[in-house]
């Protein structure tokens, strides 16, 4: 079992940053594969970024790609999201996943992964 809390999300302009933190419960953080994926209004939930476990490997969505970067820090038990040059369409609650056995071909699936966050609302305004 995990819990994974996030935080760092807020209003911002477009072309803004902001990074989105998740801190994860208990002592196995480095066994679990991490992802973010947001939702915004009326729409369905969708893939933003991973990493692996060790942190040495990552996948982006190709709407975040060259703006996003995700990391993570094991010693902490912590995965981030830095979000740069924001835009309006990123407006959305973004969620944190974690889980332990997902395969690096299924990062993008949001049923694979077993624990989730509660979100926290990132707004950006034209």
């Known amino acids: 079992q995990v819990q994974l809390v996030e935080s760092g999300g807020g209003s911002v302009q477009a072309g803004g940053s902001l990074r989105l933190s998740c801190v994860a419960s208990?002592?196995?953080?480095?066994?679990?594969?991490m992802g973010w994926f947001r939702q915004a209004p009326g729409k369905e939930r969708e893939f933003v970024a991973a990493?692996?476990?060790?942190?040495?490997?990552?996948y982006y969505s190709d709407s975040v790609k060259g703006r996003f970067t995700i990391s993570r820090d094991n010693a902490q038990n912590t995965v981030y999201l830095q979000m740069n040059s924001l835009k309006p369409e990123d407006t959305a609650v973004y969620y944190c996943?974690?889980?332990?056995?997902?395969?690096?071909?299924?990062?993008?699936?949001?049923?694979?992964?077993?624990?989730w966050g509660q979100g926290t609302q990132v707004t950006v305004s034209s």
């Open positions: 990493i692996t476990r060790s942190g040495g490997n990552t």
């Open positions: 208990g002592r196995t953080f480095s066994s679990y594969l």
């Open positions: 996943a974690a889980d332990r056995d997902i395969t690096i071909g299924t990062v993008k699936e949001e049923d694979e992964y077993d624990y």
